[in-house]
């Protein structure tokens, strides 16, 4: 097969099931049942062909000395705007997009395997099927894009499809809530996006990726002279367009303030957490900043700086709001938002090329490892919740007897995220604090600070689930599950050990040359025992039950109260959206319309029939007043006739 | 004693158009109204033959218009009584303030 | 293509109504007759490529002229381009549809069907003019229907929504007879000398840059009323909702359209000077439009009141497009009329069909709907995604062309009109959310939804005939912008000029 078939062919097949599962799912009753088959035997072949497509890339591509170049598989002017700006329909394959093929693909395919099991009997099982192909489609799409516009094409496409799977189960009223906070939130950064896309455009005269970023890093181009010289409110415009594309990326990836949508959102089905809220959506904003880096490192380090602040300041604020939390998606939420500060800052601290560009590796090394380790600790949520009918942690306790190949799978994603040697994420955990070791040192010994915290409420989560007395003595009724649901845990269990030892970034870097990272042990001395202190504090807190939770929050008072509700973030939102845009603008607005802007035509309604109701009470139908009329005219007439004009 | 010219007549057939005018916006029955559109209607025809006395003796002209009126007048009457007699048995009154189902 | 068929085939149609006895003859006249000018409206499209192909480069293709009152300049002047085309599909899709979801029309149904016949041959006769007197003619007899219709087949007070729009549009059109007025006599200054209401010709010759600006907002205001320009709009959401279902769709999606056109074609295309000097103005009223409308849609209750504010709000879009005088922000325009046409008209479909099974179109009384009536509910869902510009439906790109069209504008206030009418995208997905959340989806509120029945299989037809307009132009806009495209050109050349 030709290479762009098979690109084609991936995002292809999702979206074949789509419209398949979409349109006859639910009439057609031999789709209906077998919807997950289908599904599911679609998504294998894509994930196939996208490895080959990868390995391809990768490993039959001879390394030229330049490094991995960027390929234009093909290109389709899809809506032109005339002189040159066109949005184009096109596949662009590079490291990272042959990378993050393999992780959706890979990952979508493990969802649906779990489905199948999880959810078994549902009633819209072929819809459910359906979104899971629309979203996988779009986010496929939206790595493969060549052009800034595609991607926000694809970039509300997913958007979209995350609200459906969230609002799945759309009778829940909090369900609902949820996928439209989602949407809005995530809609509000995208208009960000959208007007950082027409700058950049309109100075960058083009809407090509690879276009923009040789324009606006040659300081000597006409567009990157003229971007720089318009400036608003003292900010170049280049800047303007970086940070406001960034935006987007932040609401879709849940960085601080916009990540308010993600602890909602876990009330879609859990697997489609695991796929959308874990380890692929969620990640586009790092994607987003990951395409545009060189831009932002050559040409605009300020918004770089930006980039790295809003991302500690994320991975901070959502490990310390985890700590406390006891939904236990909303703990795995707050980590993911967390871990993908660390994605964000690590982009911020790098620098473009060689060495320098050791933290857009890390970055990026870390996003494929969380994607196994996360998406496995939701599907083991997933498998978890399945069992226990709840999500709150104090129904649970005491499993590891019950569900011994969830319990196993789940510490190992555990200690992974925690950056325990030698699972996968001590590897890119280590190449991230490296990176911020060498650049700034602050945002090191914060970012040290945050994975200590990890480890900690990683760990108090896993005691709570596992060890512990039992809360609930009687729900082992059905076993840990089907094999459709341990067999994606076990395999991506296998794969939280191993992928850590890929040499990561002698394939993705900053500017495609291989670049040979080494292990620097004594480095790693201070953050693993960092991560063990909290492991063990965690142990000594949540291993049995006992009261010493209970004393430290008592202690803590006003502030643990503060951390539990999340700092307040979503009742300012509330109070912004409701009080202020509902009742200061919506209100007036929609009053105005019907009683000053309406009330202006209804007065003149009004006018008109008072003057008329006035004047045909002349018209009385008195003969008498008629002939007077008349008399009074005629003499009127007859003296204008003698006086004015004789 | 001056002779009657055609001031001292035209004097007598505006003061007899008035009184009619009067009578005609002031009264509420029908035949009196009628009555007072006949003496304007005279008022006019004496002012025609006045016109034609001192004026143009040569001409008939005049005489010939106030002989058309009071035919007119006739016919107008005619009507006029028909139409009133149809008012009172519809109504019972041939008041004019009464007949107003007409009135916007 | 004689263009003479677009007016014969629904003008037959109408007679055949007359004709024939009972519903069930009725609706079949109207939908046969409305399937032929469907397929007639794709065959001039086809035609009109052919022509192009063959290099024909004339502004307008398919031109017949007759003399009508030759003493007075008045011609019977027919012709099409790409965005006359593009127009009339949008008629025909919006007719096939608004006859298929009437038919249960069971009150005076002949009478109906002859009015809705009626009101778009007053369109299709509007958007092939070119003579000032025939378009203005055909203007008024796509009016005086819509009066019957939402006069006696309405709901709610209908009465006076119906006086109320009549009177307003009337108001419009009186404006427009001014500008109409003070083209033709400024198209010949000299006293006696001959006048023409012929747009080509005045386009090419042009009028005085001070007649321009004097019956300039007399043109523009006029059929800005009947596109919902600001402060003109308010007979907009009291028409709208007052309207039985076919009328609401050929109101939002037709009428509203005719004065979009006219804006463009009459009042841009005829008096470019002055169009430049006001735009200021006019991207004011349409930024305006555009955030009011959509905060104002926000706080209704009553579904066809959020659909038809939102219409004022995409209406918006149009004349901000066109106010922005760029080629690119036009060409949005004229696909943002396309798109709101189609997109609106299924949106009242929806809501029509779920008024005549649930008997409230009132938000809060809804609920769950997805659960009994699935396929009503997804296309209502899909009219909501498609009016909040999702990609893959015509609303994304037709907003989208018309942001970069307006971005490529760099004054700074043009630039802060389009981040303000970015920015009502957001506040659209939040009242689309809010009216799609707690209609359609939720809890089932009231038992008796339950028992109801999804769509028949006209109601479905009517929706996939929309639908599929909608996300083919969604999926490869390049059709239409090519169909555009010379269309466009020319109105820039008058621009530049």
Same mark, same amino acid.
């Given at each position: 097969?030709?290479?762009?078939?098979?690109?084609?062919?991936?995002?292809?097949?999702?979206?074949?099931?789509?419209?398949?599962?979409?349109?006859?799912?639910?009439?057609?009753?031999?789709?209906?049942?077998?919807?997950?088959?289908?599904?599911?035997?679609?998504?294998?072949?894509?994930?196939?062909?996208?490895?080959?497509?990868?390995?391809?890339?990768?490993?039959?591509?001879?390394?030229?000395?330049?490094?991995?170049?960027?390929?234009?598989?093909?290109?389709?002017?899809?809506?032109?705007?005339? %002189?040159?700006?066109?949005?184009?329909?096109?596949?662009?394959?590079?490291?990272?997009?042959?990378?993050?093929?393999?992780?959706?693909? $890979?990952?979508?395919?493990?969802?649906?395997?779990?489905?199948?099991?999880?959810?078994?009997?549902?009633?819209?099982?072929?819809?459910?099927?359906? $979104?899971?192909?629309?979203?996988?489609?779009?986010?496929?799409?939206?790595?493969?894009?060549?052009?800034?516009?595609?991607?926000?094409?694809?970039?509300?496409? *997913?958007?979209?499809?995350?609200?459906?799977?969230?609002?799945?189960?759309?009778?829940?009223?909090?369900?609902?809530?949820?996928?439209?906070?989602?949407?809005?939130?995530?809609?509000?950064?995208?208009?960000?996006?959208?007007? &950082?896309?027409?700058?950049?455009?309109?100075?960058?005269?083009?809407? /090509?990726?690879?276009?923009?970023?040789?324009?606006? =890093?040659?300081?000597?181009?006409?567009?990157?002279?003229?971007?720089?010289?318009?400036?608003?409110?003292?900010?170049?415009?280049?800047?303007?367009?970086?940070?406001?594309?960034?935006?987007?990326?932040?609401?879709?990836?849940?960085?601080?303030?916009?990540?308010?949508?993600?602890? /909602?959102?876990?009330?879609?089905?859990?697997?489609?957490?695991?796929?959308?809220?874990?380890?692929?959506?969620?990640?586009?904003?790092?994607?987003?900043?990951?395409?545009?880096? +060189?831009?932002?490192?050559?040409?605009?380090?300020?918004?770089?700086?930006?980039?790295?602040?809003?991302?500690?300041?994320?991975?901070?604020?959502?490990?310390?709001?985890?700590?406390?939390?006891?939904?236990?998606?909303? *703990?795995?939420?707050?980590?993911?938002?967390?871990?993908?500060?660390?994605?964000?800052?690590?982009?911020?601290?790098?620098?473009?090329?060689?060495?320098?560009?050791?933290?857009?590796?890390?970055?990026?090394?870390?996003?494929?490892?969380?994607?196994?380790?996360?998406?496995?600790?939701?599907?083991?949520?997933?498998?978890?919740?399945?069992?226990?009918?709840?999500?709150?942690?104090?129904?649970?306790?005491?499993?590891?007897?019950?569900?011994?190949? =969830?319990?196993?799978?789940?510490?190992?994603?555990?200690?992974?995220?925690?950056?325990?040697?030698?699972?996968?994420?001590?590897?890119?955990?280590?190449?991230?604090?490296?990176?911020?070791?060498? %650049?700034? +040192?602050?945002?090191?010994?914060?970012?040290?600070?945050?994975?200590?915290?990890?480890?900690?409420?990683?760990?108090?989560?896993?005691?709570?689930?596992?060890?512990?007395?039992?809360?609930? +003595?009687?729900?082992?009724?059905?076993?840990?599950?089907?094999? %459709?649901?341990?067999? +994606?845990?076990?395999?991506?269990?296998?794969?939280?050990?191993?992928?850590?030892?890929?040499?990561?970034?002698?394939?993705?870097?900053? /500017?495609?040359?291989?670049?040979?990272?080494?292990?620097?042990?004594?480095?790693?001395?201070?953050?693993?025992?960092?991560?063990?202190?909290?492991?063990?504090?965690?142990?000594?807190?949540?291993?049995?039950?006992?009261?010493?939770?209970?004393?430290?929050?008592?202690?803590? &008072?006003?502030?643990?109260?503060?951390?539990?509700?999340?700092?307040?973030?979503?009742?300012?939102?509330?109070?912004?959206?409701?009080?202020?845009?509902?009742?200061?603008?919506?209100?007036?607005?929609?009053?105005?319309?019907?009683?000053?802007?309406?009330? $202006?035509?209804?007065?003149?309604?009004?006018?008109?029939?008072?003057?008329?109701? =006035?004047?045909?009470?002349?018209?009385?139908?008195?003969?008498?007043?008629?002939?007077?009329?008349?008399?009074?005219?005629?003499?009127?007439?007859?003296?204008?006739?003698?006086?004015?004009?004789? | 004693?001056?002779?009657?010219?055609?001031?001292?007549?035209?004097?007598?057939?505006?003061?007899?158009?008035?009184?009619?005018?009067?009578?005609?916006?002031?009264?509420?029955?029908?035949?009196?109204?009628?009555?007072?559109?006949?003496?304007?209607?005279?008022?006019? !025809?004496?002012?025609?033959?006045?016109?034609?006395?001192?004026?143009?003796?040569?001409?008939?002209?005049?005489?010939?218009?106030?002989?058309?009126?009071?035919?007119?007048?006739?016919?107008?009457?005619?009507?006029?009584?028909?139409?009133?007699?149809?008012?009172?048995?519809?109504?019972?009154?041939?008041?004019?303030?009464?007949? !107003?189902?007409?009135?916007? | 293509?004689?263009?003479?068929?677009?007016?014969?085939?629904?003008?037959?149609?109408?007679?055949?109504?007359?004709?024939?006895?009972?519903?069930?003859?009725?609706?079949?006249?109207?939908?046969?007759?409305?399937?032929?000018?469907?397929?007639?409206?794709?065959?001039?499209?086809?035609?009109?490529?052919?022509?192009?192909?063959?290099?024909?480069?004339?502004?307008?293709?398919?031109?017949?002229?007759?003399?009508?009152?030759?003493?007075?300049?008045?011609?019977?002047?027919?012709?099409?381009?790409?965005?006359?085309?593009?127009?009339?599909?949008?008629?025909?899709?919006?007719?096939?549809?608004?006859?298929?979801?009437?038919?249960?029309?069971?009150?005076?149904?002949?009478?109906?069907?002859?009015?809705?016949?009626?009101?778009?041959?007053?369109?299709?006769?509007?958007?092939?003019?070119?003579?000032?007197?025939?378009?203005?003619?055909?203007?008024?007899?796509?009016?005086?229907?819509?009066?019957?219709?939402?006069?006696?087949?309405?709901?709610?007070?209908?009465?006076?929504?119906?006086?109320?729009?009549?009177?307003?549009?009337?108001?419009?059109?009186?404006?427009?007879?001014?500008?109409?007025?003070?083209?033709?006599?400024?198209?010949?200054?000299?006293?006696?000398?001959?006048?023409?209401?012929?747009?080509?010709?005045?386009?090419?010759?042009?009028?005085?840059?001070?007649?321009?600006?004097?019956?300039?907002?007399?043109?523009?205001?006029?059929?800005?009323?009947?596109?919902?320009?600001?402060?003109?709009?308010?007979?907009?959401?009291?028409?709208?909702?007052?309207?039985?279902?076919?009328?609401?769709?050929?109101?939002?999606?037709?009428?509203?359209?005719?004065?979009?056109?006219?804006?463009?074609?009459?009042?841009?295309?005829?008096?470019?000077?002055?169009?430049?000097?006001?735009?200021?103005?006019?991207?004011?009223?349409?930024?305006?439009?555009?955030?009011?409308?959509?905060?104002?849609?926000?706080?209704?209750?009553?579904?066809?009141?959020?659909?038809?504010?939102?219409?004022?709000?995409?209406?918006?879009?149009?004349?901000?497009?066109?106010?922005?005088?760029?080629?690119?922000?036009?060409?949005?325009?004229?696909?943002?009329?396309?798109?709101?046409?189609?997109?609106?008209?299924?949106?009242?479909?929806?809501?029509?069909?779920?008024?005549?099974?649930?008997?409230?179109?009132?938000?809060?009384?809804?609920?769950?709907?997805?659960?009994?009536?699935?396929?009503? #509910?997804?296309?209502?869902?899909?009219?909501?995604?498609?009016?909040?510009?999702?990609?893959?439906?015509?609303?994304?790109?037709?907003?989208?062309?018309?942001?970069?069209? #307006?971005?490529?504008?760099?004054?700074?206030?043009?630039?802060?009109?389009?981040?303000?009418?970015?920015?009502?995208?957001?506040?659209?997905?939040?009242?689309?959310?809010?009216?799609?959340?707690?209609?359609?989806?939720?809890?089932?509120?009231?038992?008796?939804?339950?028992?109801?029945?999804?769509?028949?299989?006209?109601?479905?037809?009517?929706?996939?005939?929309?639908?599929?307009?909608?996300?083919?132009?969604?999926?490869?806009?390049?059709?239409?912008?090519?169909?555009?495209?010379?269309?466009?050109?020319?109105?820039?050349?008058?621009?530049?000029?």
């Amino acid at each position: 097969m030709s290479n762009i078939t098979t690109i084609l062919l991936i995002p292809g097949l999702p979206l074949l099931a789509f419209l398949l599962l979409g349109i006859f799912g639910n009439s057609n009753s031999l789709l209906k049942q077998g919807a997950g088959i289908i599904a599911t035997a679609f998504m294998a072949i894509s994930c196939l062909l996208s490895v080959q497509a990868a390995i391809n890339y990768f490993v039959m591509a001879n390394l030229a000395e330049n490094g991995f170049a960027a390929i234009i598989l093909f290109k389709y002017t899809w809506l032109s705007f005339g %002189s040159g700006i066109s949005i184009d329909m096109g596949a662009l394959l590079d490291p990272i997009s042959a990378m993050m093929l393999v992780v959706v693909t $890979f990952i979508s395919l493990m969802v649906h395997i779990f489905s199948l099991g999880y959810m078994k009997g549902e009633e819209r099982f072929a819809t459910y099927y359906a $979104f899971l192909g629309l979203f996988t489609f779009s986010m496929l799409g939206l790595i493969l894009s060549s052009n800034i516009f595609q991607i926000y094409i694809f970039w509300e496409l *997913v958007g979209v499809s995350s609200f459906l799977l969230i609002g799945y189960y759309f009778a829940k009223p909090s369900a609902v809530a949820a996928a439209k906070k989602a949407f809005i939130v995530t809609r509000f950064a995208d208009l960000g996006f959208l007007i &950082g896309i027409l700058t950049l455009g309109f100075y960058g005269e083009s809407f /090509d990726f690879q276009t923009l970023i040789q324009r606006f =890093t040659d300081h000597q181009s006409p567009q990157f002279l003229a971007i720089s010289a318009a400036s608003f409110m003292g900010i170049t415009g280049l800047s303007w367009g970086l940070m406001l594309v960034f935006m987007g990326g932040a609401g879709k990836s849940a960085m601080f303030p916009l990540h308010i949508w993600l602890p /909602d959102a876990m009330e879609g089905p859990t697997p489609v957490s695991a796929l959308i809220h874990a380890a692929t959506m969620v990640v586009a904003g790092v994607y987003l900043v990951a395409r545009l880096f +060189p831009i932002f490192a050559i040409s605009d380090q300020a918004a770089l700086d930006v980039v790295a602040f809003i991302g500690i300041l994320s991975a901070l604020f959502a490990a310390i709001i985890a700590c406390t939390q006891t939904d236990i998606k909303r *703990v795995l939420a707050f980590s993911t938002m967390s871990q993908i500060g660390f994605m964000m800052f690590a982009l911020g601290v790098s620098n473009y090329g060689g060495e320098n560009g050791a933290g857009f590796s890390a970055s990026l090394f870390h996003l494929f490892t969380h994607a196994f380790f996360k998406s496995l600790l939701f599907l083991g949520a997933g498998a978890i919740i399945h069992m226990v009918h709840s999500n709150n942690m104090e129904d649970m306790g005491g499993l590891r007897k019950h569900m011994p190949i =969830t319990h196993i799978s789940f510490l190992i994603a555990c200690l992974a995220i925690s950056g325990i040697p030698p699972f996968a994420g001590f590897f890119s955990k280590e190449a991230i604090l490296h990176a911020a070791h060498t %650049s700034s +040192p602050i945002i090191y010994y914060l970012a040290l600070f945050t994975s200590m915290l990890t480890a900690f409420y990683m760990f108090r989560l896993y005691f709570n689930i596992f060890w512990r007395s039992e809360a609930k +003595p009687n729900h082992n009724t059905h076993g840990e599950g089907t094999w %459709s649901m341990k067999l +994606p845990l076990i395999i991506l269990g296998v794969l939280s050990i191993v992928v850590g030892f890929i040499p990561f970034s002698h394939y993705v870097s900053s /500017d495609g040359k291989s670049l040979e990272t080494h292990l620097d042990l004594m480095f790693s001395i201070l953050p693993v025992s960092l991560a063990a202190a909290g492991i063990l504090l965690a142990a000594y807190l949540y291993k049995n039950k006992n009261e010493k939770p209970e004393q430290i929050a008592q202690n803590l &008072g006003g502030i643990f109260s503060l951390i539990k509700q999340k700092f307040y973030i979503d009742e300012i939102y509330l109070f912004i959206t409701h009080k202020i845009i509902f009742n200061l603008i919506g209100r007036p607005a929609a009053w105005i319309d019907k009683h000053i802007v309406d009330g $202006f035509y209804t007065l003149t309604a009004i006018t008109t029939e008072e003057f008329s109701s =006035t004047i045909k009470g002349w018209q009385s139908g008195n003969l008498q007043s008629y002939a007077l009329y008349f008399l009074a005219s005629i003499l009127g007439l007859a003296i204008l006739i003698i006086y004015a004009l004789i | 004693m001056m002779p009657i010219g055609l001031t001292h007549i035209l004097l007598l057939s505006t003061g007899l158009f008035f009184i009619g005018t009067y009578g005609f916006f002031t009264r509420r029955n029908l035949i009196t109204i009628l009555m007072s559109v006949e003496l304007m209607l005279n008022s006019v !025809n004496i002012n025609f033959v006045a016109f034609n006395k001192y004026l143009y003796p040569q001409n008939v002209d005049g005489i010939f218009f106030s002989i058309f009126i009071i035919t007119i007048a006739a016919a107008e009457a005619a009507v006029a009584i028909a139409i009133i007699i149809n008012l009172y048995r519809s109504h019972n009154s041939i008041d004019v303030e009464e007949a !107003n189902e007409m009135k916007y | 293509m004689n263009l003479l068929l677009l007016l014969i085939i629904p003008f037959l149609t109408a007679i055949g109504i007359l004709a024939v006895n009972g519903l069930k003859q009725v609706r079949t006249v109207a939908f046969i007759g409305s399937m032929i000018q469907l397929c007639l409206s794709f065959y001039l499209l086809n035609q009109y490529h052919i022509a192009k192909e063959l290099g024909d480069a004339s502004l307008m293709l398919f031109e017949q002229n007759y003399a009508w009152f030759p003493s007075m300049g008045v011609y019977f002047h027919i012709g099409v381009d790409g965005i006359s085309i593009s127009m009339i599909i949008l008629t025909a899709l919006v007719v096939v549809a608004g006859v298929l979801v009437s038919y249960g029309m069971e009150q005076l149904h002949k009478e109906f069907f002859f009015l809705l016949i009626l009101l778009s041959l007053g369109a299709y006769g509007f958007f092939i003019s070119l003579d000032l007197f025939t378009l203005f003619f055909f203007l008024e007899v796509a009016v005086i229907p819509k009066f019957l219709l939402i006069g006696i087949w309405g709901s709610g007070p209908k009465e006076r929504s119906a006086m109320k729009l009549a009177l307003m549009l009337m108001g419009g059109s009186a404006m427009i007879f001014i500008g109409l007025s003070g083209v033709y006599y400024y198209s010949n200054e000299t006293c006696f000398g001959p006048r023409t209401f012929d747009m080509l010709a005045l386009a090419n010759n042009g009028i005085s840059k001070e007649a321009q600006l004097f019956f300039f907002p007399f043109a523009f205001a006029g059929f800005g009323v009947f596109t919902a320009l600001f402060p003109f709009h308010t007979w907009v959401p009291d028409g709208h909702s007052s309207a039985p279902t076919a009328a609401s769709m050929f109101l939002a999606g037709i009428s509203m359209k005719l004065g979009g056109y006219g804006c463009l074609r009459v009042a841009t295309f005829l008096m470019p000077q002055a169009a430049e000097y006001y735009a200021p103005v006019i991207v004011l009223l349409a930024t305006i439009a555009i955030i009011y409308g959509a905060f104002a849609t926000m706080m209704q209750t009553d579904l066809k009141y959020i659909n038809a504010y939102s219409s004022i709000s995409h209406c918006g879009f149009v004349l901000l497009g066109i106010g922005m005088l760029t080629k690119v922000s036009i060409t949005g325009a004229v696909m943002q009329m396309v798109s709101h046409g189609l997109m609106t008209a299924l949106f009242f479909a929806a809501i029509g069909m779920m008024y005549s099974r649930t008997h409230t179109r009132l938000v809060a009384q809804l609920g769950g709907l997805l659960k009994v009536m699935p396929f009503i #509910s997804s296309i209502f869902i899909i009219a909501g995604l498609c009016s909040l510009g999702l990609p893959g439906f015509s609303g994304f790109v037709s907003e989208m062309t018309i942001f970069v069209g #307006s971005w490529q504008n760099p004054n700074m206030w043009y630039r802060l009109a389009t981040i303000l009418s970015c920015a009502s995208i957001v506040v659209t997905a939040v009242y689309i959310l809010r009216a799609a959340g707690s209609s359609v989806m939720g809890p089932i509120k009231d038992d008796h939804f339950l028992k109801l029945e999804d769509a028949l299989w006209n109601e479905k037809l009517a929706a996939v005939v929309l639908l599929s307009g909608i996300v083919i132009i969604g999926l490869a806009p390049f059709l239409l912008t090519d169909l555009l495209s010379p269309g466009t050109d020319i109105i820039m050349k008058q621009l530049l000029k």
